[in-house]
């Protein structure tokens, strides 16, 4: 079974960034894979897909400020977050399609 480990999470103000990673311990290659947030308080919603192609989507709240991307020699994804706002802040996960894994998630929080 593939694992899935976040990093990169953090304090931050708003209007700074962050670059999220997402290891994987097997092969990404065949997996769509996403990353989803969860505020304290609220359900965990989608933030943003990429397919084994790299076709991505995004939640409209992050379009224009998000962006997720795949390596798959590393079998990392990242979610580089440009423009943050202190509504970003939530617990960010990464899951993995093919698998219907998560991973443990990692705090970003914006400071206003």
């Known amino acids: 079974q593939v694992q899935l480990v976040e990093s990169g999470g953090g304090l931050v103000q708003a209007g700074g960034s962050l670059t999220l990673s997402c290891a994987a311990s097997g092969s990404i290659s065949n997996s769509a894979m996403g990353w989803h947030r969860q505020a304290p308080g609220r359900q965990r919603m989608l933030v943003a897909t990429?397919?084994?192609?790299?076709?991505?989507n995004y939640v409209d709240s992050v379009k224009g400020r998000f962006t997720i991307s795949r390596d798959n020699a590393k079998n990392t994804v990242y979610l580089q977050m440009n423009s943050l706002k202190p509504e970003d802040t939530a617990v960010y996960y990464c899951f993995g399609y093919s698998w219907y894994v998560w991973g443990q998630g990692t705090q970003v929080t914006v400071s206003s």
């Open positions: 990429i397919s084994t192609g790299g076709s991505t």
